[in-house]
């Protein structure tokens, strides 16, 4: 089914390497570092197939019902799981001796970390979407980074909002959530995100 299809080729653990080649793609300082651009497509690569691979062993172990995580009370874990992932990824990231990471890359690392730590927090109450959370935080993320360039592109901001549309109607198509769940989700990627990258980068 397509909804399956979208949900799998959209999924929030992959959403951070999209949007390190979007920001790498739009920005002429970042182009200028593509070894730093290697460095992190790896390691954002690696926090894509580890707590991916976490995830399947839980499942298979039977601590998750299914790979979606329908049940909100079997989702603490695997976000806490994810969110660890990502805090030892930017602690990796500022020590780094080896390598100068821009400052763009590390504000990108922070906002998702904050946005979820807040969805950890709430997610024992409420089954706010991890995958508009991945939506929400790419848009704001590029949106953030181009309202410090001063450089607007409509064409692909109109494009990431159609497709995190269609990720948000596969997710209620599917059953997993519900409408405020999707919408919230989502805007709390996008507002953490592009909070960051501004009040970072540009503030």
């Known amino acids: 089914m ?16 999209v949007t390190l080649v979007l920001v790498f793609g739009m ?12 460095y992190m497509g ?23 019902s299914d790979l979606d995580i329908r049940n909100r009370k079997e989702r603490s874990l695997p976000f806490f799981l994810v969110l660890a992932y990502f805090i030892m ?16 890359y590390l504000d990108m690392w922070m906002g998702l970390m904050v946005s979820i730590g807040l969805a950890l ?7 706010i ?3 508009m959370l991945g939506q929400g935080g790419t848009l704001g993320t590029i949106m953030g980074v181009q ?7 409509w064409e692909l901001n109109a494009v990431l909002i159609f497709l995190a549309g269609w990720v948000g109607f596969a997710r209620i ?31």
């Not at 927090?121 to 089954?127: G, H, N, Q, Y």
């Not at 309202?147 to 592109?153: D, E, L, R």
């Not at 409408?179 to 995100?193: A, D």
């Open 2 to 17: 397509w909804t399956k299809w979208i949900s799998g080729i959209l999924h929030p653990l992959l959403m951070p390497l």
């Open 42 to 64: 790896v390691v954002v690569l690696v926090n894509t197939l580890a707590p991916a691979v976490s995830i399947f062993v839980l499942y298979r172990r039977g601590l998750l």
């Open 27 to 38: 920005d002429p300082y970042l182009q200028s570092l593509p070894e730093v651009f290697v």
């Open 173 to 203: 198509k599917m059953g997993v959530h519900r409408h405020i769940e999707v919408y919230t989700g989502y805007l709390l990627g996008f507002i953490i995100c592009f909070a960051s990258v501004w009040a970072g980068w540009g503030g």
């Open 121 to 127: 927090a709430v997610t024992r109450r409420f089954k």
């Open 147 to 153: 309202a410090v360039n001063g450089a607007p592109m």
């Open 129 to 131: 979407s991890m995958h």
């Open 89 to 104: 990824t930017y602690v990796l990231l500022v020590t780094s001796p080896s390598i100068f990471i821009p400052l763009i």
